[in-house]
């Protein structure tokens, strides 16, 4: 099968094997389009977010996919599942809004406090030292839309690099060698 | 042609697109339920002191305390005018009691004093009597003393098997106040 494949490659001119590599080329920028326009539909700066710890058990576990907007029009509530990122920590962290306090409309700044459904404390303890509450800037997104298990692949992707480098090696290869 | 490899292939790509097709039909069956019921709430012995709030700044803030009762006659997903509890797409409800209220500091105040997590195989009925507050009613400064319109509304977040996450709140609101004396005696 191999064989085959590279002999194909072997027997393609010039022309062939620049389209294989355009062809390539526009799978790789649709899929950059697709992530970029979904920013700006959602207002989040990553959309789509893999759950990693299990802190939101039994709602979310680990490797299930979160869609989140942003949007500045809808204020930040209570109840509501954020996503945000804490300074010094690379990892965002997905927690539900447990406490909010809104100033008045001309200053108008919201902060609040985060705790995971799963914990049995507030997550005061993995903010920043000496940081007590959130506010709008740390929020990436909030939880809109739930997908089990999809983002299975991805976490195995980053736990185990060569497998990472065997699946991206394959598609290219199938990308480059296919042909119709 | 037809190696291994390419039959094993096109039954992998053919599974997933019938388990994406599936997982779909199940957001799409479920996207547009309403869900709302009626909730009775009444508070007791409604007490605020004045200490100093460790977990936070450390100054003095209005700490309040309160027993509360619940009753809903059943958390009830209204879906094509048919009542069911859960439907095959909720996971999980997370329910929570949010008192709200206004201060001089604040135009806003959201905080959950209770929350329950309510998984598929639990009874979804919710009759509490005489409960305390799961988190502590904390306020950020001191606007609880004599504060006469905090309201308590019950709110679910639905988790579902796939699709949206929306969050209900119920109709009815309880209103109550904190007396206007700070009380120093221990509980």
Redesign the interface.
């Known amino acids: 099968?191999w064989r085959s494949s590279f002999d194909d490659v072997k027997r393609m001119n010039k022309r062939q094997f620049l389209y294989q590599v355009l062809s390539f080329g526009m799978i790789v920028s649709s899929a950059l389009m697709i992530w970029k326009g979904l920013m700006v539909v959602t207002g989040s700066e990553s959309p789509i977010v893999v759950v990693l710890s299990g802190s939101m058990e039994?709602?979310?576990h680990r490797g299930d996919l979160l869609f989140l907007t942003n949007h500045a029009a809808e204020p930040v509530?209570?109840?509501?599942?954020v996503v945000f990122k804490v300074e010094g920590r690379d990892i965002p962290i997905v927690h539900?809004v447990?406490?909010?306090?809104?100033?008045?409309?001309n200053n108008n700044t919201v902060?609040f406090l985060t705790k995971g459904?799963n914990n049995s404390v507030?997550d005061?303890g993995l903010y920043a030292p000496g940081q007590?509450w959130l506010t709008e800037k740390d929020v990436v997104g909030r939880?809109?839309?739930?997908?089990?298990y999809v983002g299975m692949v991805t976490i195995y992707m980053n736990e185990y690099p060569k497998f990472k480098c065997a699946i991206l090696a394959c598609l290219g290869m199938y990308v480059l060698v296919h042909r119709e | 042609m037809h190696?291994f490899?390419t039959r094993a292939n096109a039954i992998l790509a053919y599974t997933l697109s019938v388990c994406a097709c599936l997982?779909f039909l199940c957001f799409l069956s479920t996207a547009f339920s309403h869900y709302d019921t009626d909730v009775r709430l009444r508070t007791f012995k409604t007490v605020v002191k004045n200490v100093p709030d460790y977990?936070?700044?450390r100054e003095k803030n209005d700490l309040g305390f309160l027993t509360f009762d619940i009753k809903t006659d059943i958390l009830l997903i209204k879906y094509f005018n048919k009542i069911f509890i859960f439907n095959w797409n909720v996971?999980?409800l997370?329910v929570?009691l949010?008192a709200e209220y206004q201060t001089k500091?604040?135009?806003?105040?959201?905080?959950?004093l209770w929350?329950k997590?309510i998984?598929r195989e639990d009874n979804a009925i919710l009759e509490l009597k005489n409960m305390n507050t799961k988190?502590y009613f904390?306020d950020?400064g001191n606007g609880l003393r004599g504060n006469n319109n905090i309201t308590l509304h019950l709110?679910w977040?639905v988790?579902?098997?796939?699709?949206?996450?929306p969050?209900i709140s119920a109709k009815n609101v309880h209103s109550f106040a904190f007396p206007s004396e700070y009380t120093t005696s221990r509980l």
């Open positions: 099968m039994p709602a979310f509530r209570v109840g509501e599942i539900r447990m406490k909010l306090h809104e100033k008045n409309e902060k459904d507030d005061r007590l939880a809109r839309g739930f997908l089990p | 190696s490899l997982t977990s936070a700044s996971k999980q997370f929570y949010v500091m604040n135009s806003l105040n959201q905080i959950i929350d997590i998984i988190y904390w950020d709110s977040n988790v579902p098997n796939a699709g949206l996450l969050s």
